[in-house]
């Protein structure tokens, strides 16, 4: 099947804004996810957006969806070093299942 | 609540050995999941259970064998390790309906040689 495409890796400066951009296949997508990956660690949800929405903002996370181009995005501002780790966008493809991307390493430096 | 955990962290195998891993959430989910992780290949699904009593093939299934044992837990097996087996395996769990988050257990890092 077609794959969820994500960059592999990005790298800011600390204090910057990182942008990790996703798209993904499917447009009856009820639901798309951002999930954080840390060191030696599994994957935690850090936000989801549903497909009715253009945006969401929780913090210093923002999340842009453009159902059009199939288009996700994270923005997280004011970048800190503990915010590298690898980023995973999925959706559900109106499954219950997730389809991930293959990580977008951020990495954060002084 | 401890959330998933999964057993053992760490595993060296010989190639043609058999291992179990072992996985247990305590949140009252109703699926669970195994996956493999792979550098640059993202998560693969490997076999996943949708309810206690029934598994189902994902993505990637050759070589293992799954066990959903109660609605706790679900258990991966590989009966004769390969090198290609050789990765990080994530067990998770979800509520059926809702937002559908998965929830990760901390991994289960396997060699073999």
């Known amino acids: 099947g077609e794959d969820v495409e994500q960059s592999l890796f990005l790298s800011v400066r600390e204090g910057d804004s990182s942008v990790i951009n996703c798209t993904y296949t499917?447009?009856?997508?009820?639901?798309l996810y951002w999930y954080k990956q840390e060191p030696g660690a599994g994957l935690q949800l850090l936000t989801y957006?549903?497909?009715?929405?253009d945006m969401k903002q929780d913090q210093r996370l923002t999340v842009l969806l453009n159902k059009k181009d199939k288009h996700l995005s994270l923005r997280i501002a004011d970048t800190q070093t503990g915010d590298s780790a690898i980023y995973f966008c999925?959706?559900?493809?109106?499954?219950?299942?997730?389809?991930f991307g293959r990580g977008t390493s951020l990495i954060v430096h002084p | 609540n401890a959330g998933v955990t999964q057993t053992p962290k760490f595993q060296v195998l010989k190639t043609g050995q058999s291992m179990t891993l072992q996985c247990a959430q305590d949140?009252?989910?109703?699926?669970m999941y195994w996956y493999r992780q792979d550098p640059g290949m993202g998560l693969r699904l490997i076999y996943y259970?949708?309810?206690?009593?029934?598994?189902d093939k994902g993505e990637v299934p050759n070589g293992y064998n799954v066990s959903r044992l109660n609605k706790r837990e679900f258990s991966l097996r590989l009966e004769s390790a390969a090198p290609s087996q050789t990765s990080v395996y994530f067990c998770?769990?979800?509520?059926?309906?809702?937002?559908?988050?998965?929830?990760f257990g901390p991994g289960t890092r396997l060699t073999v040689l």
């Open positions: 999925a959706e559900n493809r109106g499954s219950y299942i997730p389809t």
């Open positions: 998770a769990s979800s509520p059926l309906g809702s937002t559908d988050t998965q929830y």
């Open positions: 259970s949708a309810s206690e009593g029934t598994t």
């Open positions: 499917d447009s009856s997508s009820t639901y």
């Open positions: 957006i549903f497909s009715n929405m």
């Open positions: 949140m009252n989910h109703n699926s």
